[in-house]
């Protein structure tokens, strides 16, 4: 149980063109879905935190107008990086979080992005 | 401020004997604890967590030991097997009305020694 999936796994885009990433709980529902980005050797940095149906909430730091999510539904949650730079270039995983009275969470197996 | 520290970067041990991962925590208002494992270009996978209430919490091979007084925690496993070779990830979580998120260490490479 608590599986999650993340497509596309990897992507390759140019600098300007806007790139989607969905985010799925495949056996359960997700009261809260995270957007997490890591560097090459280091920890995971959130990004966002997003409730079904409402607007996520950014991290200090992080460009809302450039990192789009949307939390369509209990399963589904997508981020989109608009005019992606090469600086964009990063692995973003995905985390789900089955009911609010647990810390757990249960993450996708990522997405690479390499913008060129 | 890295509020949740792994000092040890990387570790070695011999297959078969116990792995003693650490972290350590600044702030006080965290009350849950969690490790997880993670491949390169993998997700993390959840290992074992703990309440703040307890100061042990065993699951098969791996055991997580709390010191509250000393903000530390240690992820034990028992014995070592060369699957377990991989980054851990200790997290601390502080209670937020339901909005609460993972604040994670540095992260430390074990390497299990045939």
């Known amino acids: 149980g608590a599986v999650v999936s993340q497509h596309p796994s990897w992507v390759i885009c140019k600098s300007g063109t806007s790139v989607k990433i969905e985010c799925r709980s495949l056996?359960?529902?997700?009261?809260?879905m995270f957007w997490y980005r890591q560097f090459p050797k280091q920890s995971l940095m959130l990004m966002a935190t997003?409730?079904?149906?409402?607007?996520?909430?950014?991290e200090q730091g992080v460009e809302k107008d450039k990192f789009l999510i949307n939390h369509a539904s209990l399963t589904l949650s997508t981020l989109t990086v608009t005019s992606a730079h090469p600086e964009d270039s990063s692995f973003y995983i995905c985390?789900?979080?089955?009911?609010?009275?647990?810390?757990?969470?249960?993450f996708g197996p990522g997405t690479r992005l390499t913008v060129t | 401020d890295q509020q949740v520290k792994q000092n040890s970067p990387s570790l070695s041990v011999q297959e078969g004997r116990i792995s003693i991962l650490n972290c350590d925590y600044t702030?006080?208002?965290?009350?849950?604890f969690l490790w997880y494992k993670k491949y390169p270009a993998e997700g993390p996978t959840f290992l074992i967590s703990?309440?703040?209430?307890?100061d042990k919490n065993e699951d098969g091979r791996f055991t997580v030991f709390l010191n509250k007084s000393a903000k530390h925690l240690s992820l034990h496993i028992v014995p070592s097997q060369p699957g377990d070779s991989a980054v851990y990830f200790c997290?601390?979580?502080?209670?937020?009305?339901?909005?609460?998120?993972?604040?994670f260490g540095t992260g430390t490479r074990l390497t299990i020694i045939p």
């Open positions: 985390s789900a979080r089955a009911i609010r009275e647990s810390y757990e969470q249960y």
């Open positions: 056996d359960f529902q997700a009261t809260t």
């Open positions: 997003s409730n079904e149906g409402s607007k996520a909430t950014y």
């Open positions: 702030n006080s208002m965290f009350d849950y």
């Open positions: 703990i309440s703040s209430i307890k």
């Open positions: 997290a601390a979580v502080k209670p937020n009305f339901g909005n609460e998120k993972l604040t």
